[in-house]
């Protein structure tokens, strides 16, 4: 009993609620500095998760036995979305601290969505999947409206929370219909009763529709993305950066493992629905960046396009179809990381840069954060040598193998059209004079110094080794 | 594996001299240790590739100097390098002309110039690299990395209109590339080899086959370029600074002709069959059109620009032709090209450094102020319009016998082509060097210092050394064309 009792405690999910609420009362209760100390305790609190996460003390543990899975894939993201978040928190810190938004709520909250996110990736029931998302979503809707006094953050608050609530509406709708027709909420007991099926019938497939758009909602696919371009400008960029890096792991895992895993049979049926998400998001995502002045907002579209070329991983339905999008979602975060890492410490004349034209002339004064900025542009627009080429590949490799010739194509010619809007910032930097005597001030944290560095070599010589990643990634099967 | 990898050696010295550059803080009094490293750095890499062809094994048909190693666990992708007869030539004119560029941007070059130092030692690494590939993805990587320094070189260091000219080069040239990847994915996937060398031969049924060509084709007509897709080219070339014109005209055109050999021909034989008289009709209006368009260009680097699409045409006709005489002329073609077009953009960055104008009605009667300047650029002009004894001359020639074998109606074409580069070389040497001195401005001009004439004179020397001893250049590549060629009929005898 004591013992089990132990177990219990090491599963990284439940040491993490109770992590916390800690981290909650420790807030509440310090009586100064409490977003430091909250932040702090948040921060290490992943970290701790992670390495549980790692060691994986619960594998021969059978807990709540067919509500949650733990396999390599899940390992995988789930370790992906803990340090993601606690990078995101170390990165933003002094953002949060700048800008007057230094709230110890953020860091539980944010804390409580991760929990959300663990549970939603390794969830094996319609029921637990449905309670996970609300618990990541409505964390976030909180987190997104945190800047109160802000018409911006509020308008982008209750933005996603419309859109989120109605999503999720659409979400449950389809769970019912699922159930209705198959008598079962568990992952396993929905496809044990399609296995003697060889048509899916009518009811069942609208079912399958309604948690796919709802799921579409979540990752922000075409035409269901329309929440992302607000909340990523009006959300402060911290929250930004968290928006970026982490909810998009949880949502692309959940995605691929529904669709392979109660319905891995009936492919040819989700796979008609995902393979219009994929060119629509690739398409709108790189053909909407063009016109944005914004920097969030053109991140924004461009991880709706990033969200595309997953998808096509996914389209492809098969095992190398995992791989690459495990491969090319652990590029997208090392990428996003560093490009938010580097606009949250960027400033020109005492405000954050937020408007790609005030970016003129930073290769003159910061040549080196400029250099990096490129790097990482080039890398997000798939040029070799850097890593963002690597995850286009693997993405292709799938869809070659499964002989979606005509998805790998458009693929292509999505990524060119993207490859302007990428270097239109490259432009910015280098290749227009700066207009004004304003003067840029890039101030980072020794910690979020040592952490750009390391993602810069990675991006950068990731073409020495790559089997850095694809050895670790080798083995990931559902 | 004991020796020197000599190979990569030669790949990866450049990378180091821009290493040290980026190390070296840049102000007023290090901006010439900058420049010195780049041009010994440049220099020693010249050297070393005379080394490997000192080295070279004539009567070895296959790659050379090879190296490899694994380079993913889950993929059969490797670093494995090696050349042949035909990339040698490719790789001595990338290490020839990037000293040359160095030096002929020692003082138009003003502001940034670590900077531009750096993009062009790391150019220089990817020009070698992708010559020396054998790994396909390889390959592909460093022909795609390529639009990286260029980027910034028309970008950064351009004329007026730079920022329209690098958008343009870099989407143009991508869009090309990115079709190649997929068929270089979709070659994996069905023969799950990455080598070029065992990749030549006829592995492909003739329907895939057609759809891997026209991938290919895609990306390789962009690059070379061909007539339709050369409408990045002339803007290209002319907002570049003078040494990316000759970087560009020198050895990145050249990448298509290379690929076309090696992958078109080598590894799609039926299909580059089927595919020929597209190549012929395409090639054919290059050649006939684009010089009628240079005929009428007012702009010097525009009509230089404008002959290079006309003379990678002959390289397009020569290399489908696919016969001894038409491969080895389409090679000779592209080296000759390489030194000539380079050389002729380099005597217009000498002009243009004095004058600030590329206008040809501004000049006339030139020979009269600068006397070693006419007659140098009189080689050159010579040279591009195939005068006997100039490298120019000994790849048409070749292209022509070749074209014979061919049709009658393609010996025409390229004819034409070839007495209309006359017409434009030699009205453009006559408006800017003869005549009377009609312009004020001009009665200043200085002839070439010894900076410039280092840089103008090796180049003179090759285009006639080329021209006089073609076979040196010739025998190296005898064999692997022969072994394209026999393996293309084989394919093509069914």
């Known amino acids: ?478 | 594996m004991t020796e020197m990898p000599l190979l990569s050696l030669t790949i990866f010295l450049p990378l180091l001299g821009a290493l040290v550059i980026l190390l070296i803080k840049e102000d007023e009094n290090s901006v010439n240790n900058i420049k010195k490293v780049a041009l010994w750095t440049s220099i020693g890499v010249f050297l070393l590739s005379l080394l490997i062809w000192l080295q070279f094994d004539n009567n070895n048909g296959s790659y050379q100097f090879e190296e490899k190693f694994r380079w993913f666990n889950d993929f059969n992708f490797s670093y494995h390098i090696g050349i042949d007869g035909i990339s040698l030539f490719m790789v001595i004119l990338s290490t020839f002309l990037t000293p040359l560029c160095i030096l002929a941007s020692w003082e138009s070059i003003k502001k940034r110039v670590k900077e531009y130092m750096i993009a062009f030692l790391f150019l220089e690494t990817v020009m070698i690299g992708m010559f020396s590939s054998i790994d396909i993805l390889l390959f592909y990587i460093f022909f795609e990395a390529v639009l990286i320094p260029m980027y910034l070189i028309i970008g950064i260091w351009g004329g007026a209109r730079r920022i329209y000219a690098s958008f343009k080069f870099f989407l143009y040239t991508l869009l090309g590339s990115v079709l190649m990847l997929i068929a270089i994915v979709a070659i994996y996937r069905l023969t799950d080899s990455m080598s070029i060398e065992t990749l030549q031969g006829n592995y492909f049924t003739k329907n895939i086959q057609i759809y891997l060509w026209l991938a290919f084709f895609a990306s390789f007509a962009v690059k070379i370029p061909m007539w339709p897709f050369h409408t990045w080219l002339p803007d290209a070339h002319v907002e570049a600074p003078t040494a990316g014109s000759v970087i560009l005209a020198g050895v990145l055109l050249k990448m298509g002709g290379y690929g076309f050999i090696r992958f078109s021909l080598g590894m799609l034989p039926e299909a580059s069959y089927y595919f020929s008289p597209l190549i012929m009709t395409l090639s054919i209006v290059a050649v006939v059109y684009t010089s009628l368009v240079a005929l009428a260009q007012t702009d010097i680097k525009k009509l230089i620009a404008y002959s290079s699409v006309a003379h990678m045409g002959l390289v397009t006709i020569g290399i489908f032709l696919v016969n001894s005489q038409g491969l080895e002329g389409a090679m000779i073609q592209m080296i000759s090209h390489g030194v000539v077009s380079g050389a002729l953009f380099l005597c217009v960055g000498v002009i243009y450094d004095r004058m600030h104008t590329r206008d040809i009605n501004f000049y006339g009667g030139l020979v009269n102020r600068m006397p070693i300047y006419a007659t140098v650029f009189m080689i050159f002009m010579l040279g591009s319009v195939g005068l006997p004894g100039t490298s120019g001359f000994v790849g048409e020639f070749l292209v022509i016998v070749g074209a014979f074998q061919y049709s009658s109606i393609v010996v025409i074409g390229a004819a034409t082509g070839i007495v209309l580069s006359a017409v434009y070389m030699l009205f453009l040497y006559k408006r800017i060097i003869f005549g009377v001195m009609t312009n004020e401005k001009l009665t200043e001009i200085l002839d070439l210092d010894n900076r410039e004439k280092i840089i103008l004179i090796p180049l003179a020397i090759a285009v006639i050394f080329i021209g006089i001893f073609p076979n040196i250049f010739i025998e190296p590549m005898r064999l692997p064309i022969e072994s394209i060629i026999s393996n293309y009929e084989s394919a093509n005898a069914k």
């Open chain 1, 1 to 478: 009993m004591l013992n089990n009792l132990m177990h219990i405690l090491f599963v990284p999910e439940v040491s993490l609620a109770i992590l916390a609420i800690a981290c909650l009362m420790y807030g509440l209760f310090s009586k100064n500095n409490s977003f430091n100390k909250s932040t702090n305790f948040a921060t290490l609190s992943l970290l701790f998760v992670t390495v549980l996460i790692f060691f994986d003390f619960s594998t021969n543990f059978a807990l709540f036995d067919s509500f949650f899975s733990n396999t390599k894939f899940t390992k995988f993201f789930k370790i992906l979305t803990t340090s993601g978040a606690a990078i995101s928190l170390i990165i933003s810190k002094s953002y949060f601290i700048d800008s007057k938004i230094n709230k110890f709520e953020i860091p539980t909250l944010l804390l409580f969505s991760t929990l959300g996110m663990l549970l939603m990736i390794s969830s094996k029931n319609l029921m637990i999947m449905y309670l996970a998302i609300e618990l990541q979503s409505l964390s976030l809707y909180v987190v997104a409206s945190i800047k109160r006094n802000s018409i911006e953050s509020a308008e982008s608050g209750v933005k996603y929370f419309i859109l989120g609530a109605l999503s999720s509406g659409i979400l449950l709708y389809g769970f019912s219909l699922v159930y209705g027709f198959t008598g079962h909420t568990s992952f396993e007991g929905i496809a044990n009763s399609l296995v003697e099926i060889d048509n899916l019938p009518i009811g069942l497939i609208f079912g399958l529709v309604f948690v796919l758009v709802g799921l579409a909602f979540k990752v922000s696919a075409v035409p269901f993305h329309m929440w992302t371009p607000d909340v990523y400008e009006g959300a402060p960029t911290s929250i930004t950066a968290f928006f970026a890096i982490v909810p998009k792991l949880a949502a692309i895992a959940l995605i691929f493992r529904f669709c392979l895993e109660p319905f891995g049979k009936f492919y040819f049926e989700w796979t008609q629905v995902i393979f219009f998400l994929s060119i629509a998001s690739m398409f709108l995502g790189a053909i909407a960046a063009i016109a944005q002045k914004n920097l969030k907002r053109l991140l924004a579209y461009s991880s709706i396009g990033h969200v595309g070329y997953v998808l096509i991983a996914l389209v492809s339905a098969s095992d190398q179809g995992l791989k690459s999008a495990s491969i090319y979602m652990f590029i997208y975060l090392v990428m996003n990381i560093a490009v938010f890492s580097i606009i949250l410490s960027l400033k020109k004349s005492d405000v954050y840069v937020e408007q790609i034209s005030s970016l003129s002339g930073l290769s003159k004064s910061n040549p080196v954060i400029s250099a990096s900025l490129a790097i990482i542009m080039l890398s997000m627009a798939g040029i070799p040598p850097f890593i963002g080429f690597f995850g286009k590949l693997y993405v292709f490799i799938a869809a070659i193998e499964s002989q979606l010739y005509i998805l790998a194509v458009l693929g292509v010619l999505a990524s060119v059209i993207s490859a302007f809007y990428y270097l239109r910032i490259i432009k910015g930097m280098y290749f227009d004079e700066p207009d004004d005597n304003q003067t840029f001030d890039f101030t980072i944290s020794s910690e979020s110094k040592v952490i750009l560095s390391i993602l810069m070599i990675l991006i950068t010589f990731f073409i020495l080794y790559p089997s850095l990643l694809t050895d670790i990634v080798s083995s990931i099967s559902l």
